[in-house]
């Protein structure tokens, strides 16, 4: 780490000295792509860390920030950084409820909000939130709120922004900068406390591996309120990548991908998921098979630097034009992508591979500041979450849990020593999380320590790794398996829409899902996916039964957590009747 770099609101400093004028942010204005610099983004954090000063944030100062992923959003955190003070994400999609819980939690005093819909959620709860003081908004939502704008323009005038230097220099490397919140599958959320020195760290691991670089692009459509992307948004700052936002629309994500043409993607394995089925729609599955087969063949001869011999030129030839039309799905630079949050098929992973758009995965938590076992383009396993990160320690306990230590683990729950002490033992945080490890380090999740089910007869099932395979069907978007004292495994199946309703109507069918989800055919169909993943499970670990839902389960069902993960408890509850019909 530079040593002009000593807390993390010392990067955007840092960076504009660094890198200059290059550009810092890439952001969709009015349908247009605009560009903000290194050199511009640090004067717009002193301009409002000064705002933020002059208004009354002091250090230590908890500030809520909720909204949408875009560069407003960490204008504010960078700046209540350089303030002293301790920025608490909020998920936009989270419910009053939540939001009152994590600002009494906390002890938040201001709350920074995206729109006029974010901000009356807030004043909807009242005196419920009793220490909430201040309301400040990004988009004007009426004449007497205070705006981020209006700060920075006051901390522009200001006849002196020493004070904020002063504080930065203040900071102790092991304070607070951030409290994100966990958005466990049970329980109310736990705020993880993240240290300056946690993303300082976070921020070498990344240099180090060579996951970003000075010309790098990347495209960010990650919530801001997750780990996954402050750990991303951090180590862009350091590297000098241009960081590009999504447009707002979770629908325009692969259009945009075209756009913005990608060297560096993070995202959650659904996206990848989704890509993959559309681009192998229609393609006899032999055929694929082979292609890709033939494909990481070659990709193996050219990191080796082996010539590809004549016998199979031709082949990869005509290969190679079908995995161009998936580069350029992704613009037609994309370097590496990095997969996280949620477990994805190996027959994935491979294709993307194959294809020349390496998609690999990594492994950590919130609790360790989203890293823990990391996969390069020199080192990786297909199946694996990688190894351990430089400078980190991962172990498999005597139970299969997997267990982490070193700098990038965080400081404990805020105000829970209970919870901590639970997690944090002897420096090892415990992740709940089961595992493998192999001789050569790669470690294989197997599945949840909360998540494994016991069945009648007292076998032990990971559920994950069945319903990871049944969701590489083009037909299937969600599966969730229960069995739980139970004589045997069923599951609850969404249709994906997108891709069931065009071959239903194909062969005469209703196009409305709620009539497919009980038609014989698409039983049939359905059945016929079932019975091709049974067969790589034992029979315990077998689907007797399915049901199919007429909807995906959703953040605002609460049946999903902001990164995608599915609570299990919550499904479970929502759908009992029909875990009571698939035991009838």
Known sequence: MDTAVRVAPDLPFYAAETYGDAPAYRFKRDGEWRRQSFAELAAQIRDLGTGFVYAGINPGDRVCIIGDTRPEWNHAALAVLAAGGIVVPIYATSSPEECAWVINNSGATVLIGENAAQLAKIESLGETVPELATLIAIEPDRDDRLTLAELASQGHRAPDSSELDARRRAIDPDAPAFIIYTSGTTGPPKGCVLTHRNWLTLCTTIDELKYLRHDDVVYLFLPLAHVFAQIVQFGSLYAGSELAFFGGDVKAIVPELAEVQPTFLPSVPRIFEKVYTLVTAGIDPAQLKQAVQLGLTVRAMERAGTPIPDELAGAWAATDALFAKVRAVYGGRLRQALTGAAPISVEVLEFFYAA??????????????????????????????????????????????????????????????????????????????????????????????????????????????????????????????????????????????????????????????????????????????????????????????????????????????????????????????LYEELYG
């Open 356 to 577: 020349g758009v390496p998609v690999l995965e990594g492994y950590g938590m919130t609790e360790t500041t989203a890293v823990g076992t990391v996969s390069t383009l020199d080192r990786f396993k297909f199946g694996t979450v990688g190894v351990a990160g430089p400078g980190f320690e991962v172990k498999i306990a005597d139970d299969g849990e997997i267990l982490m230590r070193g700098p990038h683990t965080f400081a404990g729950y805020w105000n829970d020593p209970e919870a901590t002490a639970a997690t944090l033992i002897d420096g090892w945080v415990h992740t709940g999380d089961l595992g493998e490890m192999d001789a050569e380090g790669f470690v294989t999740i197997t599945g949840r320590k909360k998540d494994i089910i016991i069945t009648a007869g007292g076998k032990n099932v990971a559920p994950a790794n069945l319903e990871n395979v049944l969701r590489q069907s083009r037909w299937i978007s969600h599966a969730v398996t229960f069995g739980d004292r139970k004589p045997y495994l069923v599951a609850l199946i969404t249709l994906d829409e997108e891709e069931i309703v065009p071959w239903a109507t194909a062969r005469g069918l209703p196009g409305d899902l709620t009539i497919l989800r009980t038609h014989p055919e698409v039983q049939t169909l359905i059945q016929a996916v079932v019975d091709d993943a049974n067969q790589h499970y034992a029979s315990v670990a077998q689907i007797k039964r399915f049901a199919l839902l007429h909807r995906d389960p959703t953040i605002d069902t609460g049946e999903l957590t902001p990164s995608l993960k599915v609570k299990r408890n919550v499904v479970h509850n929502h759908h009992a009747d």
